[in-house]
């Protein structure tokens, strides 16, 4: 089975069994992503695609360390503004949601993809009354859809280094959460 794994950033992936595979650094962010995997499955094919990287909790259920599969991945910010309500846009039949089939036995979650990570007490507390999302990634809705469009299967595995809240990185955990986050796409690539 042809693999790519996918992230954002060279330093989510620590280990020599991930780097055995072909690995793709889009860089941070949507348009990063878009512009390297698509320019990468325009040139080779792949049988699944692996998206890993660390994300950010809304729910107390989820700990710094803990490992999910992204179910669900949504476009929050396409949409628009109407006075201090938002929407999204419905009427021009924009897809802004993209769920996957679950490939592992790892507890499922609700992603939302942005563009500014939430750090802001009012717009948290809008994004989980409007959406209810379990965590946030700045890169997981766009491999849903690219993969979509190339009709590649593929899994986005997340681990937890924050809570979503007002910026402190004492609280985060971003070296065990990427500890984790390598043994447990290991362990995935073993069982290919």
């Given amino acids: 089975m042809k693999v790519l794994i996918v992230s954002a950033t060279k330093s989510e992936i620590t280990s020599d069994k991930v780097m055995s595979f072909p690995v793709l650094i889009t860089g941070v ?101 409007r959406l209810k999302p379990d965590i946030e990634s700045m890169e997981g809705a766009v491999i849903f859809k690219i993969c979509k469009e190339f009709d590649i299967p593929c899994m986005q595995i997340r681990s937890i280094s924050n809570k979503v809240e007002r910026r402190n990185k004492e609280n985060w955990g971003v070296n065990l959460a990427i500890k984790n986050l390598n043994i447990e796409v290991e362990k995935i690539l073993n069982k290919l």
Avoid: C
């Fill in 29 to 129: 962010g949507m348009v990063n992503t878009a512009i390297g995997l698509t320019r990468k499955l325009s040139n080779s094919t792949f049988d699944l695609i692996i998206n890993m990287g660390i994300a950010g909790s809304f729910v107390d259920s989820l700990k710094v360390g803990d490992i999910v599969e992204v179910a669900e991945d949504i476009f929050s910010e396409i949409g628009f503004e109407d006075g201090s309500d938002f929407s999204q846009f419905q009427d021009f039949e924009i897809p802004t949601s993209y769920k996957n089939e679950s490939k592992t036995s790892l507890k499922k979650v609700i992603g939302i993809t942005v563009n500014t990570v939430h750090g802001n007490e009012g717009s948290i507390e809008k994004i989980i009354n």
